[in-house]
């Protein structure tokens, strides 16, 4: 099966390099509006400017356009989707299920996915929603997605609250790191060495709760001593409204999809 990643920014590049990354041999086309400054080397990669091109050589179409363009492009390109050969993976934040179904030819199999740009690096967390599969190939795209990370199947009414803490999670995190940096560096480390550390306290505290299958604050009491440094951090944190902060964004930004 042929796969063709209709939009290559930033997501779009994520998922081509993990794929291309687990499989050498996979056929990969990517379309992207100028391709004049890429540089491809590997025979089994093609980068097209034509959409159109892409669909006739593809048989998985997983679109990585921005919200705005996805309808457009279904709808200049819908006589080009075969329900008997195509199956459209969409990875627009806001689109539904239903909202593409009604553009393109009825039977035409259509999933949702939300990766995050962590799928560069095989560290993506992937919420995937189907409507029908006639063609059979679920277990194909958990495959692909798996290739960039971990997969989770959930309903397509869920997809919007997996976006906020999946996709825009990466920039909440991030944005916790950069803040973790500049304390290091304002008690005494350089920056290049307050990232060393930060970098894998934070991958070491995910790994804590994906090994043990623990809860954060169970973790969070073996190393709270009483009178301790890190209590008194941490409710200084809570005291200036941290979690609460934390928990307003993510709201706001799932207010924000709902709109």
């Known amino acids: 099966m042929t796969i063709g990643i209709v939009g290559c920014g930033n997501l779009g590049f994520s998922l081509l390099n993990g794929i291309r990354r687990n499989s050498t041999d996979q056929v990969l086309y990517a379309s992207k509006r100028n391709v004049s400054d890429l540089k491809n080397t590997d025979p089994n990669t093609h980068f097209t400017s034509s959409n159109a091109e892409l669909i006739d050589k593809c048989d998985l179409l997983i679109v990585a356009l921005k919200p705005y363009n996805v309808i457009p492009f279904l709808s200049q390109h819908k006589e080009l989707i ?33 990766p995050n740009t962590a799928s560069s690096v095989n560290e993506s967390i992937t919420a995937i929603s189907i409507k029908q599969d006639h063609l059979g190939r679920k277990d194909q795209i958990d495959e692909i997605f798996r290739s960039v990370g ?20 990466i920039a ?19 920056a290049t060495t307050a990232t060393k550390i930060v970098s894998q306290t934070v991958k070491g505290a995910a790994e804590l709760i994906i090994q043990n299958g623990t809860h954060p604050e169970q973790e969070i009491d073996k190393v709270t001593t009483p009178k301790g440094c890190t209590i008194v951090g941490l409710n200084e944190m809570e005291h200036s409204g941290f979690s609460s902060a934390l928990i307003k964004g993510i709201v706001t930004s799932y207010e924000k999809i709902e709109k």
Request: hydrophobic fraction near 45%.
């Open 82 to 114: 075969d329900p008997e050969r195509h199956t459209i993976v969409s990875v627009a934040t806001g689109i539904t299920i239903n909202e593409i179904a009604d553009v393109l030819a009825p039977g035409t199999d259509i999933f949702r996915a939300m």
């Open 150 to 169: 971990q997969t989770i199947f959930i309903d397509e009414n869920l997809m919007e609250s997996a976006t906020i803490l999946g996709a825009c999670g």
């Open 172 to 190: 909440y995190v991030l944005r916790f790191m950069r803040a973790m940096i500049q304390g290091g560096i304002e008690v005494g480390f350089d």
